[in-house]
T-cell receptor
Framework: EAQVTQNPRYLITVTGKKLTVTCSQN?????MSWYRQDPGLGLRQIYY???????DKGDVPEGYKVSRKEKRNFPLILESPSPNQTSLYFC??????????????FGPGTRLTVT | GENVEQHPSTLSVQEGDSAVIKCTYS??????FPWYKQELGKRPQLIID?????GEKKDQRIAVTLNKTAKHFSLHITETQPEDSAVYFC??????????FGSGTQLTVLP
């Protein structure tokens, strides 16, 4: 089954404790991205990757890191989480080709709480 | 990313009526405009999209119109049904090839 998976789905942690949220897709998509969703603010892009070893900052990259060593995986790293990073996080992938953009397939989401 | 403004933030309609959600953008080079639907507790899913070389696109009860001159695009849902109740997000991809979403519209279809 074609899908985007995220782990963990729920996480409660404390300020300053490093964490990683994994994202994996099995559709051979070039493009992957991370969003955070907060009430009234919609979906805001954190980082995106056009292909392996290529990553770019989105609108809200502060406090986050990403890596794209393999095409299928795009982990989100919070080196020192803070309470303002409490949010719902979505990973997404897309079969972007050339100059055209296509549908983004979202993962199920990760609910993160930082106390 | 470029700024995308979405209105209204909440919308209630009677079942069977039409619903219209509008988004405005600022980058004249924007070329891709998707609409996503997010049901409660679920992930966003694409319902329709339009590219800058097209003015209108329809898919059954859903349509999107694009006015490049005025830099706005709208989602139209006709004959609304209870299962249309959800949060709808517009998206815009500009010259930086980064997809930016609007803040969302909570649509409630009243029986």
């Amino acid at each position: 089954e074609a899908q985007v998976t995220q782990n963990p789905r729920y996480l409660i942690t404390v300020t300053g404790k490093k964490l990683t949220v994994t994202c994996s897709q099995n559709m051979n998509h070039e493009y992957m991205s991370w969003y955070r969703q907060d009430p009234g603010l919609g979906l805001r892009q954190i980082y995106y990757s056009m292909n392996v070893e290529v990553t770019d900052k989105g609108d809200v990259p502060e406090g986050y890191k990403v890596s794209r060593k393999e095409k299928r995986n795009f982990p989100l790293i919070l080196e020192s989480p803070s309470p303002n990073q409490t949010s719902l996080y979505f990973c997404a992938s897309s079969p972007r080709g050339g100059v055209h953009s296509y549908e983004q397939y979202f993962g199920p989401g990760t609910r993160l709480t930082v106390t | 990313g470029e700024n995308v403004e979405q209105h209204p933030s909440t919308l209630s309609v009677q079942e069977g009526d039409s619903a219209v959600i509008k988004c405005t953008y600022s980058d004249s080079a924007s070329n891709y405009f998707p609409w996503y639907k997010q049901e409660l507790g679920k992930r966003p899913q694409l319902i329709i999209d339009i590219r800058s070389n097209v003015g209108e696109k329809k898919d059954q009860r859903i349509a999107v119109t694009l006015n490049k001159t005025a830099k706005h695009f709208s989602l139209h849902i006709t004959e609304t049904q209870p299962e249309d109740s959800a949060v709808y997000f517009c998206g815009e991809e500009g010259s930086a090839r980064q997809l930016t979403f609007g803040s969302g519209t909570q649509l409630t279809v009243l029986p």
